[in-house]
Structures are given as structure tokens and as C-alpha cells.
């Protein structure tokens, strides 16, 4: 599903350029579950995100699906992201001006869903996650894990084919990070192909396989399913 081929990624710091990656080389295959391991700074989030097409390597490739997206635009790749990638961050990125159902809806109003299609598939989602409850709330009204699964919820929403979340148990007690891990292998086991950041070696356990990231390098060039 996942193909990385020596990448490299740099940037200015302070003047300075600073070499993150250092030749990433990987294969993830659909329906795998993987942790991304290592120290801060060691260019986890960075590859995270030019998996999600956030960002673009400076050589090297990605190929997604046999696609290589080394050379699209980033226009294309904002449309790759949309259609094909859900992603869930540590701190939320939940809109406190909206409630649960608006920020959940978001990504399927971009898409100019019809009104009857976004109501269902919200509604879905919240029923999948044992949420429907909150549905109504405002953002500021709920516990981390409360707002976790909300994230996760718009992460889903519009059926993505991968999920990426960066230390999305960071911040979470334990018995609320057992609930949320539960919720991601109830997603795996549902075919979803998921790739957590973590610094929690719990958070790896539960997982197919873990790529340790050391000096901008992966450890482990190959990631199998265990499907």
C-alpha cells in the first residue's frame, strides 16, 4: 500500500539546515496496524506527515498504491489527503465554535455532501463510536476522551482508506487510553491500514509492527499485515 524509498527531508533552522530524514526507506501493506517509534526530533511526525501529504520530501519517493506522489503538486496532494486519509492529532484540532456534529461533519461539507448524507454518516459514526449522546454539545464541554473520540470520529467519517494519528493517547490517562486503543483495533480489524506516532511502548504493543526512526533512519524496512 505504502512504499518509501530513500527520502530525505530538511529544513532552516535559525539560519542553518538541518537534515531530518536521512533516508527513509519502509513498506506498509493494507490492513496493517504500525507504530512509528522514537526519540523527539527524530523525524517521526515529519514522515508522518508527508505520508499524509502535508508535506513533501526533498528526494527521494512515496508511492502510494503503486502511485508515486514525490512529484505532485500540492493541490494534488491536498486532494489525495481529502479522499483518501484520515488523520487524528494529539491536542484534537477540534473547532471550539462548533459543536460535536459540525466538527464532526466538516470533512463531508468540504466534500459538498448532501445534507441528508452528512446527517447519516455523522450519525453513523457516533452510534459505531457509542457516542450519539454528545452529539449536541459544544467542543469546550467535553473530557480528553470525550474529544479524542470526536477526533477519531471526524478522522472516519468519510471512510478513509488509511488513518495517521500522532500521539493520539498523549495527553489521555490510562483507562481513557485503553478505551481509545480498543477503538483503534476494533478499526483494524474492520480492514482499516492505521499508522500511530507514539512514544508509549503500550501504544506499540498493540500493534503489527513498530519502525523505529534513529537519526533519520528507519530500523525496520518491512511492515507486514497481520491479516
Known amino acids: 500500500m505504502i512504499t518509501i524509498r530513500n527520502l530525505h527531508k530538511s529544513y532552516m533552522v535559525g539560519g542553518k539546515r538541518v537534515e531530518v530524514l536521512k533516508g527513509i526507506d519502509l513498506s506498509i501493506e493494507e490492513g496493517a496496524m504500525v507504530a512509528i517509534m522514537g526519540r523527539s526530533g527524530s523525524g517521526k511526525s515529519t514522515l508522518l506527515n508527508i505520508i499524509a501529504g502535508l508535506d ?31 488523520f487524528i492529532l494529539q491536542n484534537y484540532a477540534l473547532c471550539d465554535t462548533k459543536n460535536v456534529f459540525d466538527n464532526i461533519a466538516l470533512p463531508l461539507k468540504y466534500r459538498k455532501y448532501p445534507e441528508s448524507k452528512i446527517q447519516a454518516q455523522v450519525k453513523g459514526v457516533l452510534e459505531d463510536l457509542e457516542m450519539t449522546e454528545v452529539v449536541d454539545k459544544s467542543i469546550d464541554t467535553l473530557s480528553g476522551g470525550e474529544m479524542q473520540r470526536i477526533a477519531i470520529a471526524r478522522a472516519i467519517v468519510q471512510d478513509p482508506e488509511i488513518i495517521l494519528a500522532d500521539e493520539p493517547t498523549g495527553s489521555l490517562d490510562e483507562k481513557t487510553e485503553e478505551g481509545i486503543l480498543a477503538i483503534f483495533k476494533q478499526l ?21 509492527e513498530t519502525i523505529y526512526i534513529k537519526d533519520g533512519r528507519s530500523s525496520t524496512p518491512k511492515i507486514t499485515s497481520s491479516c
Open 188 to 208: 483494524n480489524k474492520q480492514g482499516k491500514t492505521i499508522i500511530i506516532v507514539t512514544h508509549d511502548q503500550q501504544v506499540a504493543n498493540i500493534c503489527d
Open 56 to 86: 513533501k520530501g526533498d528526494n527521494g519517493e512515496y508511492l502510494y498504491r503503486g502511485q508515486n506522489l514525490s512529484n505532485k503538486t500540492l493541490n494534488e496532494l491536498a486532494n489525495f489527503r481529502r479522499d483518501k486519509i484520515g
